[in-house]
């Protein structure tokens, strides 16, 4: 490959390895989005949302805007959660103001024996294309984060035909027919896992599944539909224990920019509502896990000791205070993190809990990306 | 008062207060819903919403329907949960598949300052009325259930203007004029503990606080803006030590139907997503605590040690599977929550975990029902 194999800043992979960073990291997931005018002007360009993730060029346009105007310490690529459904004959459209939604649903066992798992450099190419052109303008300014959503959530989709508010078909499906759920799942999971390699051999180096539908499962089929295909891969991408507790490794020593190329690429497992799960999701082989605000980073990373990296934790809704208001929640996370991390702040990747929303004010952005690095130096 | 005093059946009052029962009582959050054909006939005779929520007769009928089909523990006086504000000013509406609005939300430290308590017996007449007729109708076959909203559920509302995805508007108004919220909340919540009394006055034997967006806050603002409002109202309602493990009261003795005038009338303190929180809510006062279906009872009953009943918790979503699905459900949360509390199934009321919604199959509701009855008395 013809990308540069340094990174001039790899705060983010040190502490996704829980080692020694000057300070905290932190991207913000649906950092690139209609909060910037910029992305707007470019969406604008596009004619649609589709036609945009669908185009290399303006897909990587968009994920650099965010790093352009921030200190982001990570890009992630610009693209939609349900492009694998799409490749696997779903039909994926968009209504504005209605999400996404799928022409062709899945909504019997007869559907769900036609998926195969959609070959990803031809069907998907586009979406390593992007991937390629990113990696190529960051020229290792930052590392770029690939994406996927869980084999669950997009199930959801799948079955739903679209969003959903109670997700009542998929979860009929799950109870009445759970061998089709799980055949459903199981060719989902591997279009996941080759999505993923795709976008790693394509140069992502750190991978993140959107479980954002896991949390509205009751415990029991939490544990039978959604965690056994995130742990699968999460062992798939052997995001094992080559990443986890090894400083001594050829790849992590010092504090100079270094080598990526052939290094373990992490995975981090962010799950909205995922809370009661977290003591099996630190053993599922991920690097890291994501969390959202309904629980404090002191109370995760003193359940997490030391297995994996942490990401999160700030209620987006936190933007719409002061800058004061901002920095104080900033200050608050980090704290919580380090107090239940042995008063070590290694390990924590700084994030919302979920998405930016469009009515956000970039210069709240510039504020909580200024404090987390501001007063986590010290 | 004119009502027959004597209750027919008294399971979930005994269920409430911890004390032996036949079989599990069981009730289900919006039992008188769309989803049931005489309840749309109504709707459609009373032409809005509003005006059938408004008028007691009308309030009347659709609280009575779901006990006419099925084998229902309680009956919940139908309602909106929007009452309270718009009785203090600020015009509630509804748009068909928009859900509730406010013509004038409240927006600044002065609107706020001008709310006040409103007058139970004339602005909330017709509330009390509805209390008043059902509980004539009912004639002591099965307690009633007066309810509230919670202050910080109220007051998501009453700062949006409506229903919202993230609540970014009152959460930056807590962010950013933290006095002028807390302001607000205290209005609101001596608001809620005179409609509560009120409608115990008028009749309730029990009553419900919804605290449905009170899980969308981080711990540290959930323990500032929404528990302590909460605790507020369990204590103004007195219903703390009385009615906990009172089994040698006057009232509670005996298998024989019993009555209920002058009792303590027991609190249920439900919030969606809650589980966070559940210690603080065991020790709020309340008599019981209604949970979600992200908690497993077994978890919630053997944190609970006895101090309170626990209601719940039914992914209203499993409603959509076949009837066999439906009765395994049922069969597991059952033994979930016995199993939490020490072999014993006392001190549990069967209920979802959130409201029913307009597309569930009332053949389902039945089979629901039944088998919470058939399983637990064995």
Chains 1, 2 share one sequence.
């Not at 993923?196 to 180096?205: E, H, K, N, P, W």
């Not at 990306?369 to 010290?378: M, P």
Request: charged letters at 20%; aromatic letters at 8%; one cysteine or more.
């Amino acid at each position: 490959m013809e990308y540069s194999v340094h990174l001039k800043n790899d705060r983010f992979l040190r502490a996704l390895r829980r080692e020694p960073v000057d300070c905290t990291p932190v991207w913000l997931m649906r950092q690139a989005g209609r909060y910037l005018p910029e992305y707007r002007a470019t969406r604008a360009q596009a004619g649609s949302f589709l036609a945009m993730a669908m185009t290399p060029e303006l897909a990587c346009e968009v994920t650099l805007q965010p790093l352009r105007r921030f200190d982001l310490d990570a890009a992630i690529l610009f693209s939609d959660i349900l492009t694998v459904p799409n490749a696997m004959g779903l039909g994926l459209y968009f209504i504005d103001g209605e999400g996404p939604k799928f022409e062709r649903p899945v909504r019997s066992p007869a559907d769900i024996d036609r998926l195969a798992v959609p070959d990803m450099e031809t069907e998907l190419r586009y979406v390593m294309d992007a991937v390629r052109l990113i990696r190529r303008e960051l020229d290792g300014s930052v590392p770029l984060i690939g994406f996927s959503g869980s084999p669950w959530t997009l199930a959801c989709y799948m079955v739903e035909g679209g969003g959903s508010k109670e997700w009542g078909r998929v979860k009929a499906l799950a109870l009445n027919e759970p061998a089709a759920m799980h055949k459903l799942l199981g060719v989902v999971t591997d279009a996941v896992i080759a999505y993923l390699s795709a976008q790693r051999a394509a140069g992502a180096q750190a991978l993140q599944v959107f479980d954002t539908w896991g949390g509205t499962l009751s415990p029991s089929m939490y544990r039978e539909f959604s965690l056994p295909y995130l742990t699968r891969i999460a062992r798939a991408m052997d995001s094992g224990a080559p990443a986890r507790g090894s400083t001594g490794s050829p790849r992590t020593g010092g504090d100079s920019p270094r080598t990526d190329t052939g290094a373990h690429t992490p995975l981090i497992l962010f799950g909205k509502g995922n809370a009661p799960h977290l003591d099996a999701l630190f053993d599922s082989g991920a690097d890291a896990i994501g969390v959202d605000w309904t629980v404090t980073l002191e109370d995760a990373a003193r359940r997490a000791n030391g297995r994996v990296a942490l990401q999160g934790n700030l209620d987006p809704a936190m933007l719409y205070g002061s800058p004061d208001a901002v920095r104080a929640q900033v200050r608050m996370a980090l704290d919580s993190y380090r107090d239940g991390n042995g008063g070590s702040r290694e390990g924590h990747v700084f994030n919302l809990g979920h998405g930016m929303s469009p009515d956000m004010n970039p210069e709240h952005v510039a504020v909580l990306v200024d404090e987390v690095h501001r007063y986590s130096a010290r």
